[in-house]
């Protein structure tokens, strides 16, 4: 598992406006192997969703990205036009958005928006598209999968919904796979099934999936690392189990502290003071420094680079005299 599907290096996005220029996500960098999971972590406003579509090429006009590169298969992507792009959507990059309503087409059965994808991306007949329409389905345990294949978007639950949401990001079999909240607004049972239907591909196909979630419980039981977003960079990067029992970022302990023990009396959860700051008043420095404990006079005046410690890398002042490279 060392080929790195996903690469990201130094990616930065801005939002022009007539305030001055917004930059939601700034000098990102991180990669994913083959048959990797990485669970991107954060408060809203942190950067998450804005970083997946920016791999993708799904930003909205004005916001662009204005640096960096992303390789996708040792192929540099970010600089393709549209058209090119949108070849490498679907094909080699699936994309499974938060809420399946609005990503399914409620007007066409889901067998029909499945072969419209398969038939644009493969060479391949229409009964071929339709078999392997089925067949995506069952793989993604959706019941009598020949029946439903006539069926609409409205005909099933919500789980079976975003089970149909995975097999159209399935659909070609694309080595990344960008999950986007995929498990919001579903009760704890259906989760528990999205995951494994996601760990499944991984296991199976090899497939690289960046899962973009505010939800510590579905990362701790999906993700092989973990990276903590803030403002639009990343503050800790590492394997999940290292970040969940021993993180080093000040934002890192404040995220692990205020979930809740399944043992053990604790009276009072960590509570991180303020909220993410506004991207047209991000503050110089260390742009967590406002809200954090442990501030001392470096974090006012320069951002912190990636370093690591431990098993993990941390962009902390904290540890300044630790050396390491950016992830």
């Given at each position: 598992?060392?080929?790195?599907i ?11 406006t007539?305030h001055g220029i917004?930059?939601p ?6 990669s994913i192997?083959k048959?990797?999971i990485l ?10 969703s ?13 916001a ?8 996708l298969?040792?192929?540099r ?6 058209e090119?792009?949108?070849k490498v959507?679907?094909?080699?990059i ?7 309503l609005?990503s ?6 889901i067998?029909e ?6 038939l ?7 009964k ?10 069952e ?7 020949s029946?439903?294949?006539?069926s609409?978007p409205?005909?099933?639950?919500g ?5 149909v ?21 579903l ?8 995951i ?21 419980g579905v990362?701790a ?10 403002s639009g960079?990343?503050?800790?990067i ?8 021993n993180?080093?970022h ?6 692990m502290?205020s979930?809740?023990?399944i043992k ?9 003071p ?11 420095g260390?742009?967590f420094?406002?809200r954090c404990?442990?501030?001392?006079e470096?974090?006012?005046t320069?951002r912190?680079s990636?370093?690591k ?5 941390v ?11 950016n992830?």
């Open positions: 598992m060392s080929e790195k996903l690469d990201v290096k130094n990616l930065s996005v801005e939002i022009p007539r917004l930059k996500v700034d000098g990102l960098s991180f192997k048959g990797e669970g991107v972590v954060g408060e809203s406003g942190a950067g998450k804005m970083a997946g579509n920016a791999v993708i090429g799904l930003l909205d006009r004005p662009h990205v204005c640096g960096g590169e992303i390789w298969n040792g192929r992507i970010d600089n393709l036009s549209q090119q792009y949108r959507r679907g094909k080699e699936g994309m499974v958005f938060q809420d399946p609005t399914l087409n409620p007007l066409l059965p067998g928006q499945l072969t419209e994808t398969i644009e991306h493969l060479d391949v007949s229409k071929e598209a339709l078999d392997r329409a089925v067949a995506i389905l793989e993604v345990s959706i019941p009598a999968a029946m439903r294949i006539g609409y409205h005909q099933f639950s789980g079976m919904r975003q089970r949401v995975i097999a159209l990001a399935l659909a070609v079999e694309p080595s990344l796979i960008i999950a986007d909240e995929p498990t919001t607004a009760d704890v049972s259906v989760q528990a099934q999205i494994s239907v996601l760990k499944k591909l991984c296991a199976e196909r090899g497939t690289a999936i960046m899962l973009i979630t505010h939800d510590m990362i039981e999906s993700a092989d690392r973990m990276a903590v977003m803030y960079q990343i503050a800790e590492g394997k999940t189990r290292d970040l969940i029992k993180p080093k000040p934002y890192s302990i404040g995220l502290g979930i809740p023990a053990g009396d604790v009276n009072r959860l960590v509570q991180i303020g909220s993410m700051p506004r991207l047209s008043d991000i503050p110089k260390c742009s420094h406002p404990n442990k501030v001392f470096p974090c006012y320069k912190a990636l370093s410690v431990g098993n993990s890398k962009a902390c002042w904290l540890y300044e005299n630790s050396k390491g490279a992830e």
